[in-house]
């Protein structure tokens, strides 16, 4: 029943995304042209630190799969392009394994196939410290991902319906894991006094998973042969929004997820204060469409394209792009209002707004 259960999220995910008419809340966010902030484009730099690891890029393969012949050789696909790529990967929940160990090995397979690379192990928030354990060694994980994902739950025929010890459940493994601990949402946002809730508990990085890539409200529902929760489909906050709602919250490091559709959106991310962005849909839907080939091509693209857009903005290092000027438009700019947050600073950050620094610009 897991394994159905996991080949019927993969195929409505990849459904959304080949039905996506591909608009979102990065539409609201526009960098603001400077004609000559440009640099050279040997000397930029993608390379960022994350949980105590140096990565080459702000890019990552989300957590996606697993627990099914199916999704194993999804797994195993996706474990080549991150390794031919050089990307770091995150597994699909482990939840399948700790029921039925058989399907070990559609999870292992990210870790055989790149020995080398950073790969980080996928629980729920009830998972166990001793389930916390076997996932890490399963995987040679080199962080544990806990996801959040409630309203997910809810939708789901077969779903928890208990969360009152998620807090102290993700408090306890944060306190006891080997290694770093990062929580995620799958879809539907982290709030400011959420992430600022986990950076208290110790929690090294939290991916704010926001609304507008992968819906699994609307996959959930569309998997249910009665009582109709479309209505629940739009719950949470977008990406962007997220990432400016948390922009205060110091002392832990930002992924942005949900709705990455290309390096511009990645670009965005970074500039709305993320560290690395992750992505699962898109690089999914390209998988199964066009094939492991095709991926690699597309994520060394865009590899590509985000260094030629740094080049432009002028930012050496993803960490420079927080300086550069944002215009923040349409229902983010409500968000802001909304949430008393200052959307016009974002558009006088860059040195070229103070005559004395252009002057000197080399």
């Not at 990849?14 to 902030?37: E, I, K, M």
């Not at 999914?284 to 080049?311: D, H």
Request: charged fraction near 20%; hydrophobic fraction near 40%; charge should be negative.
């Amino acid at each position: 029943m897991t394994g159905n259960r996991k080949d019927d999220h993969v195929r409505h995910a990849v459904d959304q995304h080949r039905d996506n008419t591909g608009a979102n809340d990065f539409d609201s966010v526009t960098f603001l042209h400077h004609a000559l902030a440009g640099i050279d484009s040997a000397d930029v730099s993608l390379a960022v630190e994350v949980a105590g690891k140096r990565w080459e890029t702000p890019l990552f393969v989300n957590a996606m799969t697993g627990g099914s012949l199916h999704t194993g050789e999804i797994n195993r696909q996706l474990a080549i392009a991150a390794r031919e790529t050089g990307i770091p990967i995150a597994s699909g929940s482990m939840s399948a394994y700790f029921r039925d160990s058989s399907v070990a090995d559609s999870y292992r397979v990210l870790r055989q196939e790149n020995p080398h690379g950073f790969v980080m192990a996928n629980v729920n928030a009830t998972a166990t410290l001793d389930q916390v354990h076997r996932a890490i060694d399963l995987l040679e994980a080199d962080a544990i991902q806990i996801h959040l994902n409630s309203v997910q739950e809810i939708v789901m025929p077969e779903g928890d319906r208990a969360f009152g010890s998620w807090p102290r459940r993700i408090e306890h493994i944060t306190a006891h894991a080997p290694v770093p601990v990062i929580v995620k949402e799958v879809g539907f946002g982290l709030s400011r006094p959420t992430v600022a809730w986990l950076r208290d508990a110790g929690v090294t990085v939290a991916d704010v998973g926001g609304r507008g890539g992968t819906n699994f409200a609307r996959i959930e529902n569309d998997r249910r042969t009665a009582a109709n929760f479309s209505f629940i489909e739009n719950w949470g906050q977008s990406t962007p929004s997220c990432l400016l709602d948390c922009a205060g919250v110091t002392g832990i490091d930002l992924f942005a997820s949900g709705g990455i559709r290309s390096p511009l959106d990645i670009a965005r991310s970074l500039a709305l204060g993320a560290c690395a962005t992750g992505v699962a849909g898109r690089f999914l839907e390209t998988l199964v469409g066009r094939g492991a080939a095709a991926l690699v091509e597309m994520i060394r693209e865009w590899l590509v394209q985000l260094r030629l857009i740094s080049t432009v903005l002028g930012a050496a290092t993803p960490a420079d792009l927080a300086g550069c000027d944002l215009l923040i438009t349409g229902d983010v700019a409500t968000f802001c209002r909304l949430r008393g947050i200052d959307a016009a600073s974002y558009a006088h950050r860059s040195p070229w707004w103070n005559e004395s620094e252009r002057r000197s610009h080399p």
